[in-house]
């Protein structure tokens, strides 16, 4: 859990820790008391506890656990400007007053895990190529070889059984909320169900977190459940009902710094790190644990931006420009995996912060590269090959520094820490680059090009929507702190938007079935209302 921008509560993390079903435990994210106002509550003073798929409530004395709202009912969310009249004094003037609308929750306060995928593993740029630097077969990952077998916990119940040894206390608001879901189990007509519903949260803490974490989250799960509808991703864990393959933090620690020493010695070949690389991002995938460890070890993170900056600078005689793409979009994609979802604790902060931050203003400038493929020597089909590999380097490129934002605008919200790691200064770092502005010009065609209204109706693959939102927000983000890149596509790329993008076509391309799909029309439109000077 976010540990360190969060006001530690001892008490509530020990009832957490017994009470809270392990697999719920290992999700938490956050967590702040708020003044709650549902259907059912009437403006209490609760812990709100963010995981990685949902809201859940526990009393201000913790006495019950409830999961309100999966992440998956959310429509949209936002800050409401107001002074609550049932507040007073500092605790009025400095409320934050956050907006839910969702769709009803059928069976609120089930099964705790019942609403998440099961994790699964999303083909990646460059896959197609993944063996050109691999000479030899390559093995499962040491940490998927090393883990040890435990039984799932159980889940969080509402249906009489409070599951894993939550307690009921018979005067609470929570007990009498879920006994009221229960009876009202099946009550609800179809149309009912649909109907949308609010939540609403006043934040009194100073300096509140709960809305940005609540963002983020909210977020990341809309882009993995959306992920997941991909027909390529094959599931990378057996059945919910089936145990689960579980590491121990020991382990993990151990086989983090055999790996973590391998990658960092010296005269270390370019297949084998290849190979190491691939291997850390497939144990970050399976375990979150690793994230953590990578931003408590001090090397790493230099280490892979050198990696990625080397890889630009390699002659043609050391490494193939296939070859050299592919390493580069291997740094870019594990960097992006650090990002998402991290713990952004002291040592995260320290790492990216040292020596001025100038790792991480080399990282930006390593990753912005010249749209435009050299022409070179190779046949038409070699020519081909890299024109695809140099498409997919650019994604993995706008998604890393998507991530990058995304993580800086958490952070501006965050209570003083003394650090510069701000929005305005990665855009201040990027604008001494050479291609910055061709870089972002890109960004902005691929997105025209994607909604092309003149093109077939099919829809966008999942990932391709994915892509589309993370695309939108990064322009949105960037026109709007950066005065060239905006006069730039304002000028140069106006009429294109004007022309190709028409927002009536937009669920032709974007299925409502996609969790992704509203959030990316609304931050199109933004983009769209900037790009045409709309009001």
Same mark, same amino acid.
């Given at each position: 859990?976010?540990?360190?921008?969060?006001?530690?509560?001892?008490?509530?993390?020990?009832?957490?820790?017994?009470?809270?079903?392990?697999?719920?435990?290992?999700?938490?994210?956050?967590?702040?008391?708020?003044?709650?106002?549902?259907?059912?509550?009437?403006?209490?003073?609760?812990?709100?506890?963010? #995981?990685?798929?949902?809201?859940?409530?526990?009393?201000?004395?913790?006495?019950?656990?409830?999961?309100?709202?999966?992440?998956?009912?959310?429509?949209?969310?936002?800050?409401? %400007?107001?002074?609550?009249?049932?507040?007073?004094?500092?605790?009025?003037?400095?409320?934050?007053?956050?907006?839910?609308?969702?769709?009803?929750?059928?069976?609120?306060? %089930?099964?705790?895990?019942?609403?998440?995928?099961?994790?699964?593993?999303?083909?990646?740029?460059?896959?197609?190529?993944?063996?050109?630097?691999?000479?030899?077969?390559?093995?499962? /990952?040491?940490?998927?070889?090393?883990?040890?077998?435990?039984?799932?916990?159980?889940?969080?119940?509402?249906?009489?059984?409070?599951?894993?040894?939550?307690?009921?206390?018979?005067?609470?608001?929570? #007990?009498?909320?879920?006994?009221?879901?229960?009876?009202?189990?099946?009550?609800?007509?179809?149309?009912?169900?649909?109907?949308?519903?609010?939540?609403?949260?006043? @934040?009194?803490?100073?300096?509140?977190?709960?809305?940005?974490?609540?963002?983020?989250?909210?977020?990341?799960?809309?882009?993995?459940?959306?992920? &997941?509808?991909?027909?390529?991703?094959?599931?990378?864990?057996?059945? /919910?009902?089936?145990?689960?393959?579980?590491?121990?933090?020991?382990?993990?620690?151990?086989?983090? &710094?055999?790996?973590?020493?391998?990658?960092?010695?010296?005269?270390?070949?370019?297949?084998?790190?290849?190979?190491?690389?691939?291997?850390?991002?497939?144990?970050?995938?399976?375990?979150?644990?690793?994230?953590?460890?990578?931003?408590? /070890?001090?090397?790493?993170?230099?280490?892979?931006?050198? #990696?990625?900056?080397?890889?630009?600078?390699?002659?043609?005689?050391?490494?193939?420009?296939?070859?050299?793409?592919?390493?580069?979009?291997?740094?870019?994609?594990?960097?992006?995996?650090?990002?998402?979802?991290?713990?952004?604790?002291?040592?995260?902060?320290?790492?990216?912060?040292?020596?001025?931050?100038?790792?991480?203003?080399?990282?930006?400038?390593?990753?912005?590269?010249?749209?435009?493929?050299?022409?070179?020597?190779?046949?038409?089909?070699?020519?081909?090959?890299?024109?695809?590999?140099?498409?997919?380097?650019?994604?993995?490129?706008?998604?890393?520094?998507?991530?990058?934002?995304?993580?800086?605008?958490?952070?501006?919200?965050?209570?003083?820490?003394?650090?510069?790691? #701000?929005?305005?200064?990665?855009?201040?770092?990027?604008? @001494?680059?050479?291609?910055?502005?061709?870089?972002?010009?890109?960004?902005?065609?691929?997105?025209?090009?994607?909604?092309?209204?003149? /093109?077939?109706?099919?829809?966008?693959?999942?990932?391709?929507?994915?892509?589309?939102?993370?695309?939108?927000?990064?322009?949105?983000?960037?026109?709007?702190?950066?005065?060239?890149?905006?006069?730039?596509?304002?000028?140069?790329?106006?009429?294109?938007?004007?022309?190709?993008?028409?927002?009536?076509?937009?669920?032709?391309?974007?299925?409502?079935?996609?969790?992704?799909?509203?959030?990316?029309?609304?931050?199109?439109?933004?983009?769209?209302?900037?790009?045409?000077?709309?009001?």
């Amino acid at each position: 859990m976010d540990t360190f921008f969060c006001r530690r509560n001892s008490k509530l993390e020990t009832f957490l820790k017994r009470n809270a079903p392990r697999d719920v435990h290992e999700r938490l994210r956050y967590y702040e008391a708020c003044v709650v106002v549902t259907e059912e509550i009437d403006k209490v003073f609760m812990h709100v506890v963010l #995981t990685d798929d949902s809201i859940y409530l526990t009393e201000y004395h913790p006495r019950t656990l409830l999961r309100v709202l999966s992440f998956s009912l959310i429509l949209h969310m936002e800050l409401i %400007n107001d002074l609550p009249d049932f507040l007073s004094g500092k605790d009025q003037e400095q409320s934050l007053h956050i907006h839910v609308v969702h769709t009803h929750a059928k069976g609120v306060g %089930n099964r705790g895990s019942r609403d998440r995928p099961k994790p699964q593993s999303a083909v990646t740029p460059g896959q197609q190529y993944n063996y050109r630097l691999s000479r030899f077969a390559q093995g499962a /990952s040491r940490f998927q070889q090393s883990s040890d077998l435990r039984s799932s916990p159980s889940s969080i119940s509402d249906d009489g059984d409070v599951h894993a040894g939550i307690r009921q206390a018979t005067s609470s608001v929570l #007990t009498r909320l879920r006994r009221r879901a229960a009876r009202g189990k099946g009550k609800k007509t179809e149309e009912e169900e649909k109907k949308e519903a609010e939540l609403h949260l006043y @934040a009194v803490m100073p300096m509140s977190q709960i809305y940005f974490h609540l963002q983020r989250s909210w977020k990341s799960y809309i882009m993995k459940s959306t992920l &997941r509808l991909s027909p390529c991703i094959v599931s990378s864990s057996p059945s /919910s009902k089936k145990r689960r393959s579980t590491m121990s933090w020991e382990r993990t620690c151990q086989l983090f &710094r055999q790996l973590s020493g391998e990658l960092l010695q010296t005269q270390l070949s370019l297949e084998r790190l290849y190979l190491l690389l691939q291997e850390l991002c497939t144990a970050t995938r399976h375990n979150p644990a690793v994230k953590t460890l990578f931003w408590r /070890s001090p090397e790493l993170y230099p280490f892979l931006v050198k #990696t990625l900056t080397e890889s630009s600078q390699l002659s043609q005689d050391r490494l193939h420009p296939a070859d050299r793409l592919l390493l580069s979009m291997l740094a870019l994609q594990t960097i992006s995996l650090m990002f998402g979802e991290t713990e952004k604790g002291p040592s995260c902060l320290s790492t990216l912060t040292s020596k001025h931050g100038s790792v991480t203003a080399a990282l930006l400038l390593a990753l912005v590269r010249d749209p435009e493929l050299k022409p070179n020597n190779c046949n038409s089909a070699s020519h081909t090959e890299l024109q695809v590999l140099q498409a997919e380097y650019l994604d993995a490129a706008a998604v890393l520094l998507f991530e990058v934002v995304i993580f800086c605008q958490e952070l501006s919200g965050t209570p003083n820490t003394g650090h510069f790691l #701000t929005v305005a200064w990665v855009f201040q770092t990027l604008e @001494a680059h050479p291609y910055f502005l061709l870089f972002m010009a890109y960004q902005a065609q691929s997105v025209v090009l994607a909604l092309l209204s003149c /093109s077939s109706e099919s829809p966008l693959s999942p990932s391709q929507a994915v892509l589309l939102f993370q695309r939108c927000h990064l322009l949105l983000t960037c026109m709007q702190h950066s005065t060239c890149v905006n006069s730039y596509i304002i000028t140069e790329l106006r009429e294109e938007f004007r022309y190709y993008v028409r927002q009536s076509r937009l669920e032709d391309k974007l299925p409502p079935h996609y969790p992704i799909s509203r959030p990316a029309r609304h931050v199109l439109s933004q983009l769209l209302c900037l790009v045409l000077h709309k009001p």
